[in-house]
């Protein structure tokens, strides 16, 4: 089955840092990858969509210049959450699905604490 | 906006109890309906889908979903849980005009099967 993995699984940083979150898809090629974040007793709310060599697109009321996504190649997309602050704290989990097939395939989860 | 409700948030059952955790969406338009689990520690996986046809779904692990259009519902079953069944599980709806792939998960339900 497909497989996709997250890196890191944890991260602590320091307020005013910037961090960056890897989603690779292992098995397949993802041409479209999705980014959420998850509060605790929250339901998984989406970021942005990113497609392969194109920019991001990012739902209502996400920042795009705090959260930034790039998603160079089909196999990799990267969020980098800059200048964290403690409310960014969360659990971010990444999708990716290929082609035109409608499934999406889910990330383990990264937990970026910002202390 | 497209909300998806699920009503409870926390299940606590005894094994070989039955189950059902509701599942209501708003969006009125056609669309694709879907059960994911998320096991401790492990990424979310899709347990069943709805697309058309019969609107009983069956999918992994004995669990099935009955879609019931004149009451936006898509409840999620399975007529004897087990221990192993403890997760946490998420409907979710994908808009099929103007949605794109994008999903919208539910607040979650966490299943707790006490021995």
């Known amino acids: 089955g497909a497989v996709v993995s997250q890196h890191p699984s944890r991260v602590i940083c320091k307020s005013g840092t910037s961090v960056k979150i890897e989603c690779r898809s292992l098995?397949?090629?993802?041409?479209?990858m999705f980014w959420y974040r998850q509060f605790p007793k929250k339901s998984l709310m989406l970021m942005a969509t990113?497609?392969?060599?194109?920019?991001?697109?990012?739902e209502q009321g996400v920042e795009k210049d705090k959260f930034l996504i790039n998603h160079a190649s089909l196999t990799l997309s990267t969020l980098t959450v800059t200048s964290a602050h403690p409310e960014d704290s969360s659990f971010y989990i990444c999708?990716?699905?290929?082609?035109?097939?409608?499934?999406?395939?889910f990330g383990p989860g990264t937990r970026l604490t910002v202390t | 906006a497209q909300s998806v409700s699920q009503h409870n948030h926390h299940v606590i059952l005894s094994e070989a109890a039955s189950l059902e955790l509701g599942c209501n969406y708003s969006?009125?338009?056609?669309?694709?309906l879907f059960w994911y689990v998320q096991y401790p520690g492990q990424h979310l996986q899709l347990l069943l889908k709805?697309?058309?046809?019969?609107?009983l779904v069956k999918g992994i692990k004995g669990f099935e979903a009955e879609f019931i259009k004149s009451k936006f519902s898509f409840n999620l079953r399975k007529p004897s849980v087990q221990w192993s069944d403890t997760a946490e599980y998420f409907c979710?709806?994908?808009?099929?005009?103007?949605?794109?792939?994008?999903?919208?998960f539910g607040t979650g339900t966490q299943l707790k099967v006490e021995l």
């Open positions: 098995d397949f090629q993802a041409t479209t």
């Open positions: 709805y697309f058309s046809g019969d609107p």
């Open positions: 999708s990716a699905n290929s082609g035109s097939s409608w499934e999406q395939y």
């Open positions: 979710a709806v994908r808009r099929l005009t103007g949605g794109g792939n994008k999903l919208t």
């Open positions: 990113s497609n392969e060599g194109s920019k991001a697109t990012y």
């Open positions: 969006y009125g338009g056609t669309v694709n």
